[in-house]
Structure formats: C-alpha cells, structure tokens
C-alpha cells in the first residue's frame, strides 16, 4: 500500500529489454515500482549498488525514470540480476528505515539522510549542460511549450538533446508528474527520439496500442503513453540538435496542420538557440534574420488556415510575432 513514505516496491520487472544494434548488446532491465522513491532512498541505493551490480551482473547504468529503474550494460541473465535488485531494493529500505528512525532519536546525528553539503559552483565542462543553459536562457520557452500542450492536448513536452550517447532534458513543460527535470537523462535506448536521431523525421502517432507499428513497439508500454508527437531539431549549420516532444497516456486527433505548427515551433526554438551567435558577426546574424523570417512566413500560413480563436492559429500568431526580431 502507498503511504507517501519513499520506500518502492517492486511491482514487476520488464525483461530481457532492448539490444542496441548489431555487436555487444546493451541491454535494459527495467524494475517497475509502486511509488517513486525518496532522494535520501536513492542516494542509499547508489551507495549499496556499486561495484557489486557492475561485478555480478554487467550493469554500466542505473537511471530513475518516474516509477520505474533501469539498468543498463552487458546483461547475460535478467532474471538472476531481478532477483539480486529485489535484495538490493530491501537491504536499501532497511538502511533508510534505520536512519531514519535514528535521526528521530538524534537529530544532530542525522549524517546518514543529510543532504550533502552545498559545493562551490563550477562551470560545467560538459556540452550538454551547455546547451541546456542555453535553452533555459530563452524567456519565451515556457510559454511556448505551454503552447505545445495546448496545440497538441498532451501533457508533458520537453526539448531534448539527443547524441548517439545520450537522451538529456534541456527544457520541459510536465503535467503528467512524469519527474523529468533540465539536466536529467532517459536511457537513450527507450526512446523513440534515438530512431529519429537517426533518420531525421518527425513520428506522430495518436493511439499506440492501435497502431500497426507502436502498438508492438516497447517504448509507449514502458513510458505509459498512448499519443505521441516528436519533430528533429536542427541548428542554423543543419546540425541535428534532438528533438521537441509531446507525449499524453490518452489518445489524440491531432490533423496534419496541427502537427506542421508543432514543426514550427521546433524550427523557431532551434532557430532562437543560436541567437547570442549571431550577433557576434553581421553575416551569421542575417543568416538567422532569414531563418526567424521563413519560420514566421510559415506562422502566418498556418494562422491563415487555422480556425479563428482555435489554439492552433493563437500557436502560430504567437510564434510569428516572436520570429520577428527588432531592426
């Protein structure tokens, strides 16, 4: 029974997972649990899992995704490693259980549970984090991805960045309480954004378990989603950069122009991330004055067809009047 307490149980395990192409297999053993757990529950369980998942199991990655962990590597046996998680997953309540009732009885000796102490900041040599900055910089971009719930009647969008390494969050509008924060990564083998990193095209679909292809397809059952909406995004060099997504547990009916304004506001978004860039130099600030201007050429297309009031024209008004930048 759920009692808000931040202890999961393990409800079930999803095996064996997803191989990732020809060659070792990566593989994906996912645990799926009855509640999210409490950060003090996951710093015990970072602490216990390591070397002996590695060692025993093949386990390079452990991530939580909502209520359910992954783990990914070389897995050879995903039933001995469910029933080495289900252990973990104990002794780790019982450590958390015993602090805590310890940090009753003392609470200055509370060293278990505390958070760790604040450490300077530094700047991030990672690219990714730099583009996530990059993103959140952009005052319009929550309005906008509010927009795109909207448009679309989904409840969680976000922009990720998508290497062939990695699925990482930069922004993200959630009202599903799917847990997704900036900075914060899927196993890039469970998403969908991994196929279109690779053929470069937008995938809409409005009802997985009735659709010829994703109804079989692991990740909507993973995730728990039914519709689904996800277009590339590309630098002003061409550059793929990832992907602006939406996805809702309910189907939709999204038309054909509704998912060209979401393409839009991709292309602005895209378009927007190099705006510091450009005005550095005249030429590379008239190349982004051109491609601000074909996006907000398209806005107005859309909002010409669009129903008067509907949210697709308030979209697409919305997005040619931030197109156009100042003299």
Known sequence: ????????????????????????????????????????????????????????????????????????????????????????????????????????????????????????????????????AALLRLPALPALLELASRLTGMGFVAVARVTAERWTACAVHDLLGFGLQPGQDLVLETTICDEIRQHQRTVQFDHASAHPVFSTHPTPAMYGFESYLSVPMFRRDGSFFGTLCALDPRPSQLDALSVKCFEVLAAWIGAQMELDDAQVGGDASQTLQAALQAVADAAAGIAASAQPSSPLQEAAQRIRALSLLPG
Do not use: C, N
């Open 1 to 132: 029974m759920y009692t808000a307490s931040g202890f999961p149980t393990v409800v079930g395990f999803d095996l064996p997972g997803l191989k990732d192409g020809p060659g070792p297999s990566r593989v994906i053993v996912s645990a799926l649990l009855d509640t999210t757990p409490g950060d003090d529950w996951m710093r015990v369980l970072d602490r216990l899992a390591w070397p002996t998942l590695r060692l025993d199991h093949g386990v390079e990655q452990l991530r939580l995704v909502g209520q359910g962990i992954h783990f990914v590597g070389d897995i050879r046996d995903g039933r001995g490693l469910s029933a080495a998680v289900r252990e973990l997953f104990d002794l780790v309540t019982a450590r958390v259980l015993s602090a805590r009732m310890a940090a009753l009885e003392h609470p200055m000796d509370d060293l278990a549970l505390a958070a760790p102490p604040l450490a300077p900041m530094v700047v991030s040599q990672d690219p990714r984090m730099a583009d996530v």
